[in-house]
């Protein structure tokens, strides 16, 4: 069982070399740290490049390293994330991306990783119009949140169901551990629903829940299994929107752009979302760069209880879940 002390974030992305240069006098270099990049320069994907999972976990201080089971990269080698970088396609859209360097054991570059927030496609050219060198936490940090999505109901104190959108600082939700708590502030953003921030939807009635549901790809879902159907070993489960997906009753809603809602409270809480027992937001080093600053400037006075202790059940692994009837069996285990 993992270290829930020390979180692990799973992310797609490209090898440097599948993303180059396509015009120029650097024809052919690779996107690279932002001492290499110079704006105005044109890339384009290679035909057929595929994307790698990166596991990285996090430590108290924020430093990342390549966890053990990740699928690209050399597990507790050193990552840091260089940079934010804004792309431009030929249809004036842009693309925010962050630059991943892995460091071997004498701090040099030993790999360089594209994270891209949206879809990047072969054969079509990507001007660089934006190098941030201090952008790149608080990108990486929106992929790491997890999110609600507009018009999702949220179940109140008094059992009334109101959209997350209409919710303010101070009203009173229901959790499932802790009683009824107080809202100590609500963030909302709108991006583009595509690759990492394309939110997952989850059918009517396919986790036993009222309404559709639509959440980001990494938000937890919290499940009680009467019967150990998955043969996860405990019964209080928190399993990951996109580690459900079927194609069918549970899919990527892709396309367009999504407005997305963060709801945080003193602690990290089980509240109830269409019926969904789903978690709010989690302040962690990963995630702690996507608040305001303001609210940064008092955070362990507003938000002193953020810990990840287990306290509400055992993350399951994806291989538990790398089934297409997963979704099916969960929602039979935790029927009454």
């Known amino acids: ?14 090898p440097a070399q599948s993303f180059r240069v396509c015009t120029g006098a650097i024809q052919g270099d690779a996107v690279s740290w932002h001492g290499d990049l110079e704006l105005d320069d044109l890339y384009a994907l290679e035909h057929n490049a595929l994307r790698g999972r990166l596991s990285m976990q996090a430590d108290s201080t924020g430093a ?17 994330l260089d940079c934010a970088l804004t792309f431009m396609s030929p249809d004036g859209l842009t693309q925010d991306a962050v630059v991943i360097v892995e460091l071997d054991e004498h701090e040099q570059i030993a790999a360089v990783y594209l994270l891209s927030l949206s879809e990047l496609r072969p054969k079509t050219e990507y001007a660089l119009v934006g190098i941030d060198p201090k952008g790149a936490r608080e990108l990486f940090a929106r992929v790491a949140s997890v999110y609600f ?6 179940t109140m104190a008094t059992g009334e169901q109101r959209r997350i ?3 303010n600082v101070g009203d009173r939700v229901l959790t499932r551990d802790d009683g009824v708590q107080e809202i100590r502030w609500i963030g909302s953003s ?4 595509q690759g990492d921030m394309a939110p997952i939807l989850i059918e009517a009635g396919a986790l036993n829940n009222a309404n559709d549901l639509i959440v980001s790809p990494n938000h937890r ?8 159907r998955i043969g996860a070993g405990q019964a209080e489960l928190m399993v990951k929107a996109r580690h459900l ?19 945080l409270f003193d602690r990290h809480h089980i509240i109830y979302a269409e019926g969904i027992a789903a978690e709010s937001m989690l302040v962690d080093p990963r995630t702690k760069p996507s608040l305001p600053s303001e609210l940064l400037e008092k955070l362990t006075e507003v938000i002193p209880g953020h810990t990840r202790s287990g306290h509400h059940g055992v993350d399951v692994q994806k291989a538990l879940l790398d089934r297409p009837d997963a979704i099916d069996i969960l929602r039979r285990a935790s029927s009454r």
């Open 1 to 14: 069982m993992a270290d829930r002390a020390v979180p692990t974030q799973s992310v797609q992305v490209y």
């Open 64 to 80: 990342f390293r390549v966890a053990e089971d990740t699928g690209i990269g050399q597990p507790g080698a050193t990552l840091h």
């Open 149 to 154: 999505t507009r018009g999702t109901h949220i």
């Open 165 to 167: 959108e209409t919710l």
């Open 190 to 193: 709108t991006t583009r629903a």
């Open 221 to 228: 879902l919290f499940v009680y299994q009467r019967e150990d």
């Open 245 to 263: 997906l079927n194609g069918d009753t549970v899919r990527v809603a892709h396309g367009g752009f999504v407005d997305y809602f963060q709801i």
